[in-house]
């Protein structure tokens, strides 16, 4: 198999969540959110924030990337975590294992705590939107 056909196989097995919702947030946001914690350090020393700025279905992602990237077309994939795990790339193996801990492992994050550090934090949605061009041009390379 080519190149491009391989990148196109990984790219077509997209996330693997098995229904479960996932906490996403970008890393600017996330930085932004963190200077909050530093500016008010005594209210926040010894608390563990766990930030996000949703808590979303794959098939929400794959909904948002298919009305902002159209005529292209997301879709959640129906492979299993431990079978994404066993996929012929460096990497699977963790990639599978952190759908696995965000699927049952019930990662402690707040997206109202993380909007109240940093107001500004954006959901997929927006953040879709912010980087449209620079999504489309990733995905029209071949």
């Excluded at 098995?18 to 914690?37: H, K, L, Y």
């Excluded at 460096?90 to 550090?117: C, I, W």
């Amino acid at each position: 198999m080519n190149k491009q056909g391989s990148n196109k196989r990984r790219a077509d097995q997209g996330w693997t969540m098995e229904g479960a919702p996932m906490q996403g947030i970008a890393v600017p946001d996330a930085g932004f959110a963190i200077r909050g914690i530093f500016k008010n350090r005594a209210e926040w020393l010894g608390r563990t924030v766990g930030l996000c700025a949703e808590n979303i279905t794959i098939q929400e992602h794959a909904d948002i990337l298919s009305k902002h990237l159209a005529p292209k077309v997301f879709k959640p994939t129906k492979m299993t975590s431990d079978a994404f795990s066993k996929l012929p790339f460096p990497g699977a193996k963790h990639l599978g294992d952190m759908f696995k801990f965000y699927r049952v492992g019930n990662p402690d994050r707040s997206a109202e705590l993380t909007r109240q550090l940093y107001p500004g934090t954006r959901g997929l949605d927006q953040w879709v939107v912010d980087n449209k061009e620079a999504l489309l041009n990733v995905l029209d390379k071949k």
